[in-house]
C-alpha cells in the first residue's frame, strides 16, 4: 500500500514506529496459537501467562512508502495469505487509514463529571450521521468500535438515561473500559484533475476524571495526551460558584454527580497537562505548546436560561453554522470566543483563561450542550433523545486548525492549492525547470567573450567586484559606528534623565541613589564614547582608501572602458553582448557606491545625535555640581 510517511501512532498503545517495523497477524482460523505477550501487557494480563493468540510476525520491507498489503504465514503447516496488519508493540489490529492517512487523537479531558461520556457519545453519532456528511464524507467504525459504542453509549439513544461515571482505572483492571473507539473519516475532494480521497483515524478515549488527579495515572493511562492532534477540554460551569448560585438547587443536582467542593480544580488539571507533554516534548517551562486546545464550556442548557436573561442577543445562543455553510465560519467563533472570556470575567472566573494563554498557543472558548436545550436529566435519570446544540463547534474548529477543512478567511488561492495539491505540484515543478533551463541559456549568452574586448572587460568585472568587496567593509564599519552611537547616546540620555530626577527631587535618599546611578551612567557614557571614536576612526580609514583607491580606479577604467564600447558596438554587434555582460558587475557597483552613500548620511546622524546628547548631559552634570 502506498504511504505519504515514514512512521505512525498506533491508535491503541500510542506508540510511534516507523512503517518497515509493522507486523502481519495470521488469520487462519486452523493456524496454531502462540503466547501474545505483547498482547498480554497491553490489556494487562499476567506476562507470565501470555493469552493464546494467532502469529504475528515481521515482514522485510525496507520501503516506507509502499508497504506490502499482505503477507503469508510464516508456519510450515499454515503457509496462507493474510491482510491484518497490527502494532509490533501492542498486537491490535491497525485500519489502513493509520498507515496511509493522516492520525488525529483528539483528547477529551476534563475533571470528574464535567460531562466527557455524553459529549463523546453524542459527538461520535453526530459525526458518523450528520456532521462527516455536510463537509462532504463519511465516517466508518474500525474493528469492534461500532459494537462497543453500543454498550458503552447505547443508554442515551435506547434507552434515553444519563450515563453513568466512567470508573477510574485504578479501581478497575479491566482495560477493555479504557480500549480507543477508533473511526475512521473519509473526505472526497474535489480538485482540478478530478476528485480524490483522504482518510483520517479518529481516535476516542473516554477517561475518567479522577485519572487526571494524579501525573503518575496520567504518564501510563492518558499517555495519548501526547500524541494529541488536538484536545478538547470540558469545563462544568456549574462548578463556578458565581454560576451555581444563581440556579436552583435542584437543577444543579439533575445535572451534577459531584458535589463542587469535591470537583478538581479545572486550573489544576491543565497544569497537569501541560506539564505531561512539556515533559513528552522535552519543552521548556517558557515554551508554549502548539497543540490545539479547545476549552468548551458542558451542560449549556442548565445555564442557557442565565445567559437569555442576561445577553438575549448573544451568539452563543444561535445554532451553530458550520455545518450548514460547508466551512467553518471563523467571525461567528470569534464571538463566541469572546463572549466566553467575558462571562468568565463576569463570573470572576478568568483564571483559567491565563492558565491557557501561558501553556498554549493555539486555543479558543467554546460552549456546548451534548443533550441538548430544556433536556436536563430527570430525578429519575431520564432523557429526550439527544439533540445537541453547538457540540460539533470545538471539533471543526481543530479540524480547521489541522487543515481538514476550510474556513472563512481562508483565501480562494489556499482553497485551490489545498484541493488540487497533486497539480500544483506538477505545475511549480514545471516552472522551476523552465526557470532553470532560462537562467543557463541568459547566463551563456552573458558570458559569452568577445576576442578584442575580453580583456577590458575582465578587467572591469575585477574593479567592479572589489568596489562591491570594498563596500562590504565600508557598510559593516558604518554599521559600527551607528551601533557605538547609539549606545553612546543611551547612555547619555541616561545621565539625563537622572540628573533632571535628581534636580526635581528634594528627598536626600532619592537624590544620594541618583548620584550613584549618575556616577554609573557617566563612567559608561564615557567608555561608550571611546568605543565610538575607534568606530569612527576605523571607519575613516576605511572610506579613505575606498575614495582615494579603489572608486577613484573604478571611475577612470569604466570612463575608458566606455569609449571604447561605444566604438565597437557601433561596428560590430558581438560587441554588444560582451558589453551586456558587465552590466550586473556596473549596476552593481553602482548600487554599492550608492550604499556607501547612505552609510555616510546614517553615520553623520548618528554623531549629531551623540553631539547633542554630549552637550545635554554637560549642561546637567554642570547644574547638579
Not at 510450515?76 to 493522516?102: D, F, I, M, W
Not at 459525526?127 to 465516517?139: D, E, P, T
Not at 501526547?226 to 478538547?232: E, F, L, P, T, V
Not at 489544576?268 to 513528552?280: A, E, G, N, V
Request: glycine share 4%; net charge positive; aromatic share 8%.
Amino acid at each position: 500500500m502506498k504511504t505519504k510517511k515514514s512512521s505512525f501512532i498506533c491508535p491503541y498503545c500510542f506508540e510511534e514506529n516507523a512503517l518497515t517495523k509493522i507486523q502481519f497477524r495470521c488469520t487462519n482460523t486452523r493456524c496454531i496459537n502462540v503466547g501474545d505477550i505483547e498482547m498480554t501487557k497491553y490489556n494487562r494480563g499476567d506476562i507470565t501467562k501470555p493469552q493464546p493468540g494467532k502469529t504475528c510476525f515481521s515482514v522485510n520491507t525496507k520501503n516506507s512508502f509502499n508497504i506490502p498489503k499482505s503477507a503469508i504465514c510464516p508456519v510450515k503447516e499454515c503457509q496462507q495469505k493474510t491482510y491484518e496488519v497490527v502494532c509490533p508493540s501492542c498486537h491490535n489490529a491497525l485500519p489502513e487509514s493509520t498507515l496511509t492517512g493522516r492520525d488525529m487523537i483528539i483528547s477529551i479531558v476534563g475533571s470528574r463529571d464535567t460531562g466527557k461520556s455524553h459529549f463523546i457519545g453524542v459527538i461520535i453519532h453526530e459525526l458518523s450521521n450528520r456532521i462527516s456528511i455536510k463537509f462532504g464524507g463519511a465516517m466508518e467504525p474500525f474493528d469492534d468500535s461500532s459494537e462497543r459504542y453500543k454498550m458503552t453509549f447505547g443508554p442515551l439513544y435506547d434507552e434515553r438515561q444519563k450515563l453513568d461515571l466512567t470508573q477510574s482505572s485504578e479501581k478497575t483492571a479491566d482495560n477493555g473500559a479504557y480500549k480507543p473507539l477508533i473511526y475512521r473519516l473519509k473526505i472526497k475532494r474535489k480538485n482540478f484533475l478530478g476528485s480524490s480521497i483522504e482518510s483520517f483515524t479518529f481516535v476516542f478515549f473516554d477517561t475518567a476524571g479522577e485519572d487526571l488527579n494524579r501525573i503518575e495515572t496520567m504518564g501510563t493511562v492518558n499517555k495519548y495526551i501526547c500524541k494529541s492532534a488536538g484536545i478538547i477540554f470540558l469545563l462544568d460551569p456549574l462548578q463556578i460558584p458565581a454560576v451555581a448560585n444563581q440556579l436552583d438547587e435542584n437543577i444543579v443536582s439533575r445535572a451534577s454527580s459531584v458535589k463542587r467542593e469535591d470537583a478538581t480544580s479545572s486550573d489544576d488539571i491543565i497544569s497537569r497537562i501541560s506539564k505531561l507533554i512539556r515533559d513528552d516534548k522535552e519543552l521548556k517551562e517558557n515554551q508554549r505548546i502548539d497543540i490545539p486546545v479547545a476549552a468548551v464550556f458542558s451542560k449549556f442548557d442548565v445555564i442557557e436560561p442565565i445567559i437569555r436573561e442576561k445577553a438575549p442577543g448573544s451568539t452563543i445562543l444561535e445554532l451553530s453554522p458550520h455545518c450548514g455553510k460547508g466551512i467553518f465560519d471563523d467571525t461567528d467563533q470569534a464571538h463566541v470566543d469572546s463572549e466566553i472570556k467575558g462571562l468568565l470575567k463576569v463570573w470572576q472566573a478568568d483564571s483559567f483563561i491565563n492558565q491557557l494563554e501561558i501553556n498554549y498557543s493555539d486555543y479558543s472558548f467554546f460552549t456546548v450542550s451534548s443533550l441538548g436545550i430544556g433536556n436536563n436529566p430527570a430525578v429519575d435519570r431520564s432523557i429526550k433523545r439527544p439533540n445537541p446544540h453547538r457540540i460539533e463547534d470545538p471539533l471543526l474548529w481543530i479540524f480547521k486548525e489541522k487543515g481538514i477543512i476550510s474556513s472563512t478567511k481562508t483565501s480562494p488561492i489556499m482553497r485551490f492549492i489545498q484541493l488540487n495539491r497533486a497539480f500544483c505540484m506538477i505545475v511549480i515543478s514545471l516552472l522551476i525547470i523552465s526557470a532553470s533551463v532560462l537562467a543557463i541559456h541568459v547566463k551563456s549568452i552573458l558570458d559569452k567573450p568577445f576576442k578584442e574586448f575580453e580583456d577590458k572587460t575582465k578587467i572591469l568585472k575585477e574593479i567592479a567586484s572589489q568596489v562591491e568587496a570594498t563596500s562590504v567593509q565600508v557598510l559593516s564599519a558604518a554599521d559600527q559606528v551607528v551601533s557605538t552611537s547609539n549606545q553612546n547616546v543611551n547612555f547619555n540620555r541616561q545621565v539625563i534623565r537622572a540628573c533632571e530626577s535628581y534636580l526635581g527631587s528634594s528627598n536626600q535618599q532619592t537624590r544620594d541613589s541618583l548620584a550613584r546611578q549618575i556616577v554609573t551612567s557617566d563612567k559608561q557614557a564615557t567608555t561608550a564614547t571611546d568605543q565610538r571614536r575607534s568606530a569612527v576612526e576605523q571607519y575613516n580609514n576605511i572610506l579613505l582608501k575606498y575614495d582615494k583607491e579603489i572608486y577613484k580606479t573604478y571611475a577612470d577604467i569604466r570612463q575608458q572602458y566606455q569609449m571604447e564600447a561605444d566604438k565597437l558596438i557601433a561596428v560590430n554587434k558581438r560587441a554588444a553582448v560582451v558589453h551586456e555582460s558587465t552590466k550586473e558587475f556596473r549596476n552593481r557597483a553602482d548600487n554599492a557606491d550608492n550604499n556607501i552613500l547612505n552609510s555616510r548620511k546614517r553615520a553623520q546622524e548618528a554623531l549629531d545625535q551623540v553631539i547633542a546628547t554630549n552637550k545635554q548631559r554637560e549642561d546637567c552634570l554642570r547644574k547638579i555640581k
